[in-house]
């Protein structure tokens, strides 16, 4: 994908909205297309967070293993959200395993580049925070919904 | 319509071949049980013969409701989830959680079951009539909807994008599954399904039902939001189309009380200066806000 075309998906991804035209260009240096086939892992609970991933297409399914009950989809994130933001918080390891869906295309940046980018440039780092603040707030809504089981 | 009776009544066989003479909406209609079918484990549909009393053919509007009476039980609201233009029978989706829908969930076909109605206002098929369509719904809530459903994929060049969200405890927990399926592939309208428990089979999303939001696009200038389902989870999806620029007047719900007399007259459903039986079950959202926002005690 030319960097045009990198600039074509973040004008398309609600993540990237409200991005300056030079962080847009910053971040369009440092972006890697990716796909995922159905089943593949994307991140492994445990391991080094190394990269932050957009999803453009398909579905991420975040896993959580327990003894007795196996393997425990806990959330699905699609297109227009982010996988995680363990690259972020240390110590940088993933929660949760990451497994595609569906085929999966996305964006992602390698991890250490992008907090590089973020400690020298606090603008960028305060609204790429921003908007992962909105994340969690959001997810953390819908956890503490899902707990409530408001459908009993 | 819960008044005592007496071992006499209770003996009384209800009778099927005597039309009345006068209407009264609070005389239920004795009818017979067409068709029971399970839907999930503890909700199942009863389709019914339609009312032939005074000679009228039965219709309703897509949101209003019945008063089903159970013989020897008691009666209930509950809102029709067929097809308002199918005139054969009377469907309703019933999840089985009080004595009352425990009794009507034995019910087979050929048992006799009153009902008056239908009852209540409807969802603004109108209004919405040109732009796009978003229902979102959670649990036994898409019963309700189901009706806008048919009318809308009946009617589908008079409405832009129509997008149903749906939410349930788990994918056991969803109804309608084939119907689903089949509208999932229709490729006209956005179906996306949401659970809140999953196992790795599953192969939609999990989580709020909000959560499908990102994932669908609308015009918020043009667009109408219906929604039913815990209050909980419409206050929440009120939220989102709130962020997406859906203005509160074009935002419609519909609310569940305890709802006995249905015409307005007992209070049981009072909803500030409302009776949610006879101005609602479905509100413009604008409408109700000042009550809606307030905490029961």
Not at chain 2, 83 to 88: F, L, Q, R, S, Y
Not at chain 2, 208 to 215: D, M, N, Q, W, Y
């Given at each position: 994908m030319t960097e045009q075309g990198v600039l074509g998906a973040f004008a398309s991804h609600a993540f990237l909205s409200g991005l300056s035209e030079r962080h847009r260009m910053l971040l369009a240096s440092g972006a890697r297309p990716f796909t995922a086939a159905p089943g593949e892992l994307l991140a492994q609970e445990?391991?080094?967070?190394k990269t932050f991933d957009l999803i453009q297409a398909g579905h991420v399914a975040l896993d959580l293993h327990t003894p007795d009950r196996g393997v425990v989809p806990i959330q699905t994130v699609g297109p227009g959200e982010i996988v995680g933001w363990s690259w972020l918080v240390?110590?940088?390891?993933?929660q949760f395993d990451c497994r595609a869906g569906d085929p999966v295309q996305g964006l992602a940046f390698d991890a250490e580049w992008l907090r590089e980018k973020c400690e020298q440039d606090h603008e960028l780092g305060y609204h790429l925070l921003k908007q992962l603040v909105a994340v969690i707030a959001n997810r953390l809504a819908a956890t503490r919904l899902q707990l409530l089981d408001i459908y009993k | 319509m819960h008044g005592k009776t007496n071992d006499k009544d209770r003996n009384v066989t209800p009778t099927l071949d005597k039309p009345r003479e006068q209407f009264s909406p609070m005389l239920p209609t004795v009818v017979r049980v067409r068709d029971f079918r399970m839907e999930t484990h503890d909700t199942f549909t009863l389709a019914l013969d339609p009312p032939t009393a005074l000679g009228t053919t039965y219709s309703f509007l897509p949101g209003q409701f019945n008063m089903l009476y159970g013989f020897g039980l008691g009666e209930v609201p509950i809102s029709m989830s067929g097809?308002?233009?199918?005139?054969?029978s009377v469907v309703h989706t019933i999840r089985a959680v009080g004595s009352v829908t425990r009794g009507l969930a034995k019910l087979r076909p050929g048992d006799p079951i009153g009902m008056r109605g239908p009852f209540g206002s409807s969802w603004p098929l109108e209004a919405a009539r040109g732009g796009d369509v978003v229902l979102v719904t959670g649990g036994i809530g898409l019963a309700p909807l189901r009706p806008v459903l048919y009318h809308l994929l009946r009617?589908?060049?008079?409405?832009?994008r129509v997008a149903l969200l749906y939410g349930a405890r788990s994918s056991g927990d969803l109804l309608y599954r084939k119907e689903l399926q089949a509208w999932q592939s229709r490729g006209d309208f956005q179906v996306l399904l949401t659970v809140d428990r999953a196992d790795p089979s599953w192969r939609e999303s999990i989580g709020?039902?909000?959560?499908?939001?990102?994932?669908i696009n609308f015009d918020p200038q043009r667009t109408v939001g219906m929604m039913c389902g815990p209050e909980v989870m419409m206050r929440f999806t009120l939220g989102e189309f709130e962020k997406r620029g859906v203005?509160?007047?074009?935002l419609y719900l519909s609310l569940e009380r305890?709802?006995?007399?249905?015409?307005?007259?007992?209070?049981?459903?009072?909803f500030g200066p409302n009776f949610v039986c006879m101005n609602g079950p479905v509100f413009r959202h604008d409408r109700i806000k000042a009550f809606f926002d307030v905490r029961e005690a």
């Open positions: 445990g391991e080094t967070a240390p110590p940088h390891r993933w | 097809d308002p233009a199918e005139t054969g009617h589908r060049d008079d409405y832009g709020l039902v909000t959560a499908l939001f990102p994932r203005a509160a007047d074009r305890n709802m006995q007399c249905a015409v307005g007259f007992c209070g049981h459903c009072q």
